[in-house]
């Protein structure tokens, strides 16, 4: 079961309604869907994350969010600024962009892996 484990990945979504990516910056989001995927093929809900930053501006604001983040591999949003980008990365976070229904999302991700 450890080595199962070991395979899973996790994924996380911006949104506001639970369906869709969130259409704002990454941060703005009010919580964060978490999903596995495992063995590449199946992706299943884990848990929903409320965003406390949601309605602030502070500075490195994405270092914050990443705290709330950082057992996920991935993560799937419409808009992140470019400077987000870059300390996401160096975070060892891949980043997805797409728009639309996250269901969607995830099969796109799943074949593009």
Known sequence: MESNKKNLVRIAIPTNDGKNIFKGMLGRAKEFFIYEI????????IEK????????MQRLKTLDVYELLSDCKIIISHNIGKKGVERLIRKGMKIFFKKGNIR???IDIIKEK
């Open 38 to 45: 495992g063995n590449g093929e199946q992706f299943r809900f």
């Open 49 to 56: 994350r409320n965003n406390p930053y949601s309605n602030t």
């Open 104 to 106: 969607e999302a995830l």
